[in-house]
């Protein structure tokens, strides 16, 4: 009867044990959520509507980011944000290598999905803005991250609806993988506003504490 006690113990040993490791790995493979990044440790990148020097990318990469603005002749013109790095040798395979090309980074929800935005814009109408992003830098050289803000459309531009942030770090295709661009921005979180906003730019400062980066154009 002991005999069996003890295997019984050993068994639901090996069981805890194996569970606990189960875990850790489920742990270790989640990516971070928004909420998870210190948005203290990070700087927002200060931009006008023209071309900005950003150094925004790895080690001897020249990032540029261009921002430009649609008019619309009424109360929903919208801004459009294009991100570039230019990658000097080494950074890149030599069969790719080319000095003087503008890389263009492109986010990214789902790398395998290949779903991919080109740009990112700012739009709304009247009082509030719907959409619009920050672009970071960190304090601590960790890559870069851009945060997407999101608001539902509801039944007008001024309700105040739903805002989801979405966050994306900046990642390099060291393994130049076919398919995958040479740099892009790669989801690694999502959260929704702890309350409505009609305005994401207030979402922004209220939920995440980051200010904007430019005086807006109406």
């Known amino acids: ?18 569970l606990i490791a189960a875990a850790t790995m489920a742990q270790s493979d989640a990516k971070p959520t928004a ?22 990318g790895p080690a001897r990469t020249q990032g540029t980011v261009l921002l430009g603005w649609r008019d619309n002749f009424n109360a929903h013109g919208f801004g459009v944000g294009t991100f570039y790095l230019k ?9 790719f290598q080319n000095d003087d090309v503008l890389r263009l980074v492109t986010v990214w929800d789902d790398v395998k999905g290949s779903k991919e935005a080109l740009t990112v814009t700012t739009s709304g109408g009247a009082d509030c803005v719907l959409h619009d992003f920050r672009l970071l830098i960190s304090t601590q050289h960790k890559p870069s991250i851009l945060v997407l803000a999101d608001r539902e459309m509801g039944e007008s531009f001024i309700d105040e609806e739903r805002v989801t942030f979405k966050t994306y770090t900046l990642t390099q295709n060291v393994e130049a993988m076919p398919g995958t661009p040479a740099f892009y921005f790669d989801l690694t979180g999502q959260r929704v506003a702890k309350r409505k906003y009609c305005d994401v730019e207030k979402a922004f400062q209220d939920e995440l504490g980051l200010g904007d980066y430019r005086t807006r154009l109406r």
Do not use: E, H, W
Not at 87 to 95: E, H, L
């Open 87 to 95: 990658a000097p040798q080494g950074t890149i395979p030599p069969s």
């Open 1 to 18: 009867m002991t005999c069996q006690l003890v295997a019984a113990c050993r068994y639901l040993g090996f069981v805890s044990l194996a």
């Open 35 to 56: 909420s998870a990044v210190d948005f203290g440790t990070y700087k927002v990148v200060k931009l006008v509507y023209g071309v900005n020097a950003v150094s925004f």
